[in-house]
């Protein structure tokens, strides 16, 4: 019972953030319903029609503002009116108050492909993709590979194993491309930049001059792999918080496997970043 008490409270807590984040894409209070709904189908791994069921049955669909079972047409309406930005300011929000007072340490950057649905997708590109810890470990491989589709690059505090900063591209844009926009939410939403000894932990992709320069002016200790660039193998730091790095992983691994982030069926950036931003609040909800 407490179990589902809480998964109910939480599911309540982005209903009420989402009913203010709404109206400022104009949109009414009652659209909000609908945002955390589809936060819902993730979590449960629900098809639309399973979702309808379980909102006209259960007491969190009561509490949604949902009188009787919707139509499941409204859900493919609403991942065609909603902005992306409705989800990403939702869960910007709940990072805010799950974060609220604590000191963050140790920050890690990484980013998972997501393939596309279709070989039609006009928004989704080919790019590398670096195999999983478990991958690596099945194939005895870390060679890369390609992928048709997007990805979801992210900063996550390595203690907590919660991603603060994410952002989402097709598959060809490069790893470091996203490290300013990102680390700039980290330190600045975060304050990493002021905690005692912060360290940043990241593969050879942020091995870059740019990068290296902007940690040392906040007093940031780069824990990043040496890039040998086809010359000689990466070389891990050796500093012991570096193997923390597959926290990021973790992260990665459960949204796909717990959320089902990799069981994309959408087509075009804007509906694929709805299902991303929904796996990611479930899974704050459920870690957080």
């Known amino acids: 019972m407490k179990v589902l008490y809480e998964a109910k409270y939480k599911i309540i807590e982005v209903y009420a953030i989402a009913r203010v ?33 379980f909102l006209g049955e259960d007491e969190v669909g009561k509490a949604l503002g949902y009188s009787k079972r919707p139509n499941p047409s409204v859900f493919s309406k609403v991942r065609k009116r909603a902005d992306p930005r409705i989800f990403q300011e939702v869960f910007e929000w709940l990072m805010q108050n799950r974060m609220k007072g604590k000191h963050i340490h140790l920050i890690a950057q990484d980013s998972t492909d997501i393939s596309a649905y279709s070989k039609y997708d006009k928004d989704a590109r080919l790019g590398h993709r670096t195999p999983s810890r478990k991958e690596q470990i099945a194939s005895k491989s870390t060679k890369k590979s390609f992928v048709f589709g997007y990805k979801l690059h992210a900063i996550a505090d390595v203690e907590t194993e ?31 930049h002021i905690n005692y000894n912060p360290k940043f932990l990241a ?40 193997r923390k790095r597959w926290s990021i992983e973790r992260i990665f691994s459960r949204l796909k496997e717990v959320f089902y982030l990799a069981k994309n069926r959408f087509i075009g950036i804007k509906k694929v970043a709805i299902h991303i931003y929904s796996c990611i609040i479930a899974y704050v909800l459920r870690y957080g």
């Not at 109206?23 to 979702?51: C, M, P, S």
């Open 21 to 53: 984040v709404v109206q400022k894409y104009g949109h009414t209070k009652k659209f909000a319903k609908h945002i955390a709904a589809l936060v819902i189908k993730q979590d449960r791994n629900l098809t639309d029609e399973k979702l309808a069921d």
């Open 162 to 192: 919660m991603p603060i900063a994410v952002e989402i591209a097709s598959a060809n844009k490069h790893d470091k491309t996203f490290f300013h926009r990102l680390y700039g939410i980290a330190k600045d939403s975060f304050h990493v």
């Open 203 to 242: 593969d050879a992709a942020f091995d870059a001059t740019d990068i290296y320069q902007e940690l040392h002016y906040d007093n940031v200790k780069p824990l990043i792999a040496g890039n040998g660039r086809g010359h000689y193998k990466s070389q891990k730091p050796e500093d012991k918080d570096y």
